[in-house]
C-alpha cells in the first residue's frame, strides 16, 4: 500500500493538513495541490493512482481540472469532495469523469475506506476486457461502449457497472451487492446514486430493443436479452 501514490487538491488548509496526514497513516504517498491548475501540474508530475478533489476552488475547479485529466488519463481513479449533493451535481461529477463523490463533511474512516474500495479495484486484470451485449460491444478497460462502428465513451464505473450485469447475464445481480463493490457502503444516498447510473446504461443500450435491465422489486437487478 505504501507505494500508491494520491494526489490530494484541496483549497482549505486545515483540511488538506488533516487529508494528508490521515492517507500518510494509512500508509499512501501523499502530494497535495491548492487548487485546480496547480492540480494538474502536480497530476502530470507524479502520475497519481488516485485523486482526491475538492470541486469548488479558485483557479481552476475540480470538474475542470478532472476533465483535462481524462483527456490523456483514463486509469487514475478519481474521488470528488463537496458539499453540494444534489442528484445533478452527483450526475456531473460522475459525467466529468469521477470515480465516485463524497459530501462534506465526512468522517476520516469513511474517507479511507473508499480510497481502499477505488484502489483495490484493477479493470485491467479482468479476463474478460471485451464483452458482447446483443449488438453492442463494451470495452471494459478503455471505458467504451460500441455500436456498428459508433463508439461512444462512458465512465469508469458505468463501465463496471455494466460489465457485471452483463457477466451475470440472466441473473440478479442484488442491489447491496452493487453498493458494497462500486459504493463502499448500501446508503440510501448511494442508492440514488446507483439509481441514476442504471437509468443512463438502459439510455445508452436503448438501440438493441433486446436488452433488458430490469428491476427486481426489493433485490436488484437483472440484464436479459431476447433470443440468447
Known amino acids: 500500500m505504501a507505494s500508491r501514490r494520491i494526489l490530494v487538491v484541496e483549497d482549505e488548509a486545515v483540511l488538506i493538513r488533516i487529508l494528508g496526514d490521515a492517507l500518510r497513516g494509512a500508509g499512501y504517498e501523499v502530494y497535495t495541490a491548492v487548487n485546480g491548475t496547480e492540480g494538474l501540474a502536480?497530476?502530470?508530475?507524479?502520475?497519481?493512482?488516485?485523486v482526491v478533489a475538492d470541486i469548488m476552488m479558485p483557479d481552476m475547479d475540480g470538474m475542470t481540472m478532472v476533465r483535462e485529466?481524462?483527456?490523456t488519463n483514463r486509469s487514475c481513479e478519481v474521488l470528488f469532495l463537496s458539499a453540494r449533493s444534489g442528484a445533478e451535481d452527483v450526475v456531473e461529477g460522475f459525467r466529468r469523469g469521477g470515480n465516485d463523490y463524497l459530501r462534506k463533511p465526512f468522517s476520516l474512516d469513511e474517507l479511507l475506506i473508499r480510497v481502499a474500495a477505488l484502489l483495490a479495484r484493477h479493470p485491467e486484470d479482468s479476463n474478460n476486457t471485451i464483452i458482447d451485449i446483443g449488438n453492442y460491444r463494451l470495452n471494459s478497460r478503455l471505458w467504451t461502449?460500441?455500436?456498428?462502428?459508433?463508439?461512444?465513451?462512458?465512465?469508469?464505473r458505468e463501465s463496471a457497472i455494466l460489465a457485471k450485469l452483463a457477466q451475470h447475464k440472466g441473473d440478479i445481480v442484488?442491489?447491496?451487492?452493487?453498493?458494497?463493490?462500486?459504493?463502499?457502503?448500501?446508503?440510501?444516498?448511494?442508492?440514488?446514486?446507483?439509481?441514476v447510473f442504471i437509468s443512463r446504461l438502459r439510455g445508452y443500450l436503448r438501440d438493441d430493443k433486446r436488452i433488458e435491465i430490469q428491476s427486481v422489486r426489493s433485490m436488484g437487478y437483472r440484464m436479459v436479452i431476447g433470443g440468447e
Open 145 to 156: 461502449l460500441s455500436l456498428r462502428g459508433s463508439t461512444r465513451r462512458i465512465t469508469a
Open 174 to 195: 442484488t442491489t447491496q451487492e452493487l453498493l458494497s463493490e462500486f459504493w463502499g457502503d448500501d446508503s440510501y444516498y448511494n442508492l440514488r446514486s446507483l439509481n
Open 42 to 50: 502536480e497530476f502530470q508530475r507524479v502520475h497519481p493512482d488516485l
Open 69 to 71: 485529466i481524462r483527456k
